[in-house]
């Protein structure tokens, strides 16, 4: 997936005479796929975006929908607002014309016929459940709706792939895929009663629900492709094939095989589609991007910014230190690391190079910065709630445990801007560049709803309650800022979070896809025998094969995604080497998150490298660099328990301080800056000796890490009194 967002050069940033202002920087960006209405269509998908932002609240606070239908129509309501808005080949220039490949619309028009008959036959089927029938006729489901659905999808899909028109043009091709997509919910919610629940995976399934099945899963995959790119679609295609090519495969891989009924009666049940993913998605994560496009409206997103510009400005290499607090504190909400490398980098980027920065460590900090935004409490970009459905444990647990690691992170972080800008002589921003704090400071209302949040969370309120007292706060806020929200921007905030959450809820039902294969093939329990093995000749071996699987599955997919899919083949097997849940979940979910920056494929650095004009590989090995200290610290996590909370006060105490020296140290010997001074090669690597004793918390490491910091201090002095004499 392309976002387009023009980047800011220097004079996009408005000097007032009490402050900078940064405008929108939390603006959404518009996807290079995403088609541009006009006049009634415009309209028409405004009124439907508002539609299903509001059905969500509507259902979550009020008037709740029982689990499995109220998940069915998530997903379908997200199918057919991103087949309207997505289009699933590029547009046509101007050069082209109207249209390239009319014949698609032809064919797109042949397929809508079985599209509706095939939706009309869920209407017929309901009538004949009304009437008394316990059981649809085979014959009705295969060839009435199955055949029908199947044929109309699979020619949708196809044609979509070569349909190339106008940007403010729709699709008869994606037509056709919106009424299949209306077909398959239609069918689930006529079919999925109680009795017939029971008989999923079995013989006695229903085959309308595998044919349904089969139709909803290449849907959801088409338009993961259209949202997210071809890396989970890819991914999800493996996992299929694994449950039909099971039996032939050796070892560990091999397992007696799935039938494509019993296989697909189950996938879209609560053991895969509308399993833990999409319970998080349907719940959660739809709440909170309502609750990001309420701050968005109410121009909070540039408040933080100006903030961070107004604090930390001034200092050497003062808007990469902005970028770290910017981008923490919106990709906590955003949920995507790339999409916040977008928003909040297109300013950031541009100051970070007029201040000193090269174009690929510019694009490096903003990436690593944006990055640590999925691991900032207490949203953590939807991962702490996916991480308490998954494991159990309570969310509010989950986000007391996530503080340290977090402030390691971006602490080291920190330190790595600093030293760069220190050994490279950089300078900070000049007063009349930047906000008065003084000004800043009065606005700190506008922080109001992000309290709210945390308060009403620890208070033992439900994470929807609190999520829908932040956003009812963030209007109210609003009307004592500039930006007050009416019902005009109240509604435009409702349009905005649909858009917003079509990709993320799209990429959490493919997930669901992938996690439906590893619990009904057994592959996750396969894995944590593999582990076991492992471990056996050394458990750190074991953790390092664990690390590099959950940066492998999760390379190129959305954070969400990837920990969903890493928590299902990977925690299991660390929970079986007698590691506690919270500690195996945060291991996985630290390098689901950091595959993000991680060569070869890292999305966050791909993007920043787009807005700085640098190579995407030399970015990403810079920002790899940069957020070092996430590949190290989760390996701590299994070592020394207080860094995740999991001990008394003093422990923790003592386990945040050495930490913190640990990193400072870790990033000096890094980049090779220590006591205002480079460092040596030798020096470099004592100073990264002594940062992993310090991280690894014991009395007697904490010691050694000491003094080995000692002696190179010592060296380091004596170095700088040679080179003064020179």
Known sequence: MTLERHPKDFSDVEVGEDHVLAHNVDEEPVEANRRLFQGSMLKFVTILAIAYSAFHLYSLNIAPLETWSFRIVHIAGALVLGFVLFAGARFVSASEGPARHRWTTWIGAVALIPAFYALYQTFSFWQLIQNGAMRIPVELETWHFGWPLMAATGVGIVISWFHQRERSRFSVPDLVLIVCSIAVAAYFLVAYN????MTTGTSFAPVGISFAAVGGTALIMELTRRVAGLALVVIGLIFLVYVFAGPYLPGFLGYPGLSVKRFFSQVYTDAGILGPTTAVSSTYIILFIIFAAFLQLSKVGDYFVNFAFAAAGRSRGGPAKVSIFASGLMGMINGTSAGNVVSTGSLTIPLMKKVGYSKQSAGAVEAAASTGGQIMPPIMGAGAFIMAEITGIPYTEIAIAAIIPAILYFASVYFMVDFEAAKTGMRGMREDELPKLRTMVKQCYLFIPIIILIVALFMGYSVIRAGTLAMISAAVVS?????????????????????????????????????????LTGVGARFSVLLLDVAEASQLLALIFAMFISILLGMGMPTTAAYAVAASVVAPGLVQLGIEPLTAHFFVFYFAVVSAITPPVALASYAAAGISGANAMGTSVASFRIGIAAFIVPFMFFYNGALLMEAGWFDIARALVTALFGVYMLSGGVLGWFANISASWVARLLLIGAALLMIEGGFLSDVIGIALAIVVFLMQRQRKGRLAIA
Not at 194 to 197: C, F, I, K, L
Not at 495 to 519: D, R
């Open 194 to 197: 109680t009795s017939m629940r």
């Open 479 to 519: 009307w004592f800022s500039p930006n007050k929200m009416g019902i005009r921007e109240v509604l435009r905030a409702l349009e905005i979070a649909s858009y917003m959450a079509i990709q993320i809820i799209v990429v959490c039902a493919a997930a669901g896809v992938i996690v439906g294969v590893i619990s």
